[in-house]
């Protein structure tokens, strides 16, 4: 397949269902706007499926694991080794946050390796492993370009795999140390921006001399490269990772085949600035979840317009915004599907319109 063709071909969403989702809005029996981003997110759903009512029963979380070679550049505080111990909890459903989140909110987690450094190797993990971890983007590029693209494919092909299963939402989450070194590169490239500071953060944790030296990482990384913004593969593939190119496959796909996406943190929106680089239309497919703590994430989220709905001052990772969004996505279906409006109600008088709300 070409990925970047059928990137090309995703459609606005569909004029008349939005429309007809507003106009039905309006109807409910409350005053207009009163829910908010519930509303919102209701007829947002509406223009990608096409249909004024719509379901959220199903729901699955797609989890990408990779490693990162700008780890030896000392970026991160965690043990690399971590990545992999990570992916393996996450498969045998032991509690991680993304476990428990998911369990409690009722989404499958599906677990893939794109390339943890040493595999690993579990019956319930997909290996699609393309790398042992990426190269050290700091002496080379991470990856070769069809690398990069191959990492897109994967992703898509997850979206493709939820629309044949009948899934409603999906969800995005990843794993990988230093995988918020990638993500603040990617979205500084991508916006053109070269000064890390008042950008990147300090990810999972780190000293402020290893903070120091992760900004410097960066910056002397972006000097060397200089990416354009507009050329997302050759950001993923200079300074991105195996996670963050099937995430950005996963959130195309989501376009083409017309199903709502939700977004997680400063990874998560990382990918998807990239495909909206490559189709900015994607962003009508998208439903931010949380502000991450991470600066990098409001700059990603502001340069495509997108307003977090929820602020709980949240730096994990994973996808751990998604599943607590997707309540909250299921909530504004329930509203949209099932209040009754005005008429019903035969309440229909003329005070509505002499007010300004
Ligand atoms: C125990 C633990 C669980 C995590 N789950 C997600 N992350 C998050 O932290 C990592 C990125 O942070 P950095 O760039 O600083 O390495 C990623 O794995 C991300 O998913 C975790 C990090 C840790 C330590
Ligand atoms: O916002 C995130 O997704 C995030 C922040 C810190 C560490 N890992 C992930």
New binding site residues.
């Given amino acids: 397949m070409d990925i970047l063709k059928m990137a090309a071909a995703i459609e606005p969403p569909n004029e008349e269902a939005l429309r007809e989702a507003e106009l039905r809005q309006e109807n409910l029996l409350k005053p207009m706007g009163s829910l908010g981003r519930l509303e919102t997110i209701s007829i947002q759903i509406a223009g990608i499926t096409g249909k004024v009512k719509n379901a959220a029963g199903k729901k699955v979380l797609y989890l990408f694991g990779a490693d990162n070679g700008v780890y030896e550049e000392g970026v991160a505080a965690t043990p690399q080794h971590f990545t992999r111990a990570l992916m393996e909890n996450y498969a045998s459903g032991k509690k991680c946050a993304i476990n428990v989140l998911c369990a409690h909110c009722g989404v499958e987690l599906r677990v893939v390796d794109m390339g943890v450094k040493d595999g690993v190797g579990h019956p319930n993990i997909d290996d699609c492993r393309l790398m042992d971890g990426t190269r050290n983007f700091l002496r080379e590029p991470a990856m070769d370009p069809k690398t990069a693209l191959t990492a897109m494919e994967i992703g898509w092909g997850y979206a493709k795999e939820a629309k044949e299963q009948g899934v409603d939402l999906v969800g995005n989450g990843?794993v990988g140390m230093g995988?918020?070194t990638t993500?603040a590169a990617c979205i500084m490239a991508a916006c053109g921006l070269i000064d890390p500071e008042g950008i990147v953060?300090?990810?999972?944790g780190l000293t402020d001399e290893a903070f120091s030296r992760k900004k410097a990482v960066i910056g002397e990384a972006l000097q060397k490269y200089r990416l354009s913004p507009e050329d997302a593969v050759s950001i993923l593939s200079c300074v991105g990772g195996l996670d963050i190119g099937a995430m950005v496959g996963l959130y195309l796909g989501c376009g083409y085949f017309r199903l709502p996406i939700v977004a997680?943190?400063?990874?998560?929106?990382a990918a998807a600035l990239l495909a909206y680089r490559l189709n900015p239309l994607i962003k009508d497919y998208i439903i931010p979840s949380h502000l991450?703590?991470?600066p990098a994430?409001r700059i990603a989220a502001d340069e495509m317009g997108l307003k977090p709905v929820l602020a709980l001052n949240?730096?994990?990772?994973?996808g751990?915004?998604c599943p607590i969004m997707m309540q909250v996505v299921e909530t504004a279906l329930a509203a949209m599907n099932d209040m009754c409006t005005f008429g019903e109600e035969s309440l229909e008088t003329d005070y509505r319109e002499d007010i300004t709300m």
């Fill in positions: 990843e995988n918020t993500a953060g300090r990810g999972a997680d943190g400063v990874i998560s929106i991450s703590e991470e994430y949240m730096r994990l990772g994973e751990s915004g």
